[in-house]
């Protein structure tokens, strides 16, 4: 089993920067795929960045040039780095794990305004 645990949401401006932690714990051996998803309210959840074991990445369209995920293997943990935040990006984020089954952290939320 696989337990993720969220970090580092707040309220921001806009332009501002802010990075989120996602920490792992459990079966992390067998984790395939890393990512951080987001939702807003009345909206779909959708996927923001994924970052593979072979370091492969993919991003949203929509923050593509101004978020970036990355990962530390030996502390078992993956970040997203968000910049340039608009009110757009107003969500809560869920960080999750790709294995032989699909983890979820608790969320945390994410506020951009003035």
């Known amino acids: 089993q696989v337990q993720l645990a969220e970090s580092g949401g707040g309220l921001v401006q806009p332009g501002e920067s802010l990075t989120l932690t996602c920490a792992a714990s459990?079966?992390?051996?067998?984790?395939?795929?890393m990512a951080w998803y987001r939702q807003a309210p009345g909206k779909q959840r959708e996927l923001v960045a994924l970052i593979a074991v072979n370091s492969n990445t993919n991003y949203a369209d929509s923050v593509k040039g101004r978020f970036n995920i990355s990962r530390n293997k030996a502390r078992n943990r993956w970040y997203l780095q968000m910049n340039s935040l608009k009110p757009e990006d107003t969500a809560v984020y869920y960080c999750n794990a790709q294995g032989r089954r699909d983890f979820w952290g608790q969320g945390t939320q994410v506020t951009v305004s003035s």
């Open positions: 459990g079966s992390t051996a067998a984790i395939y795929g």
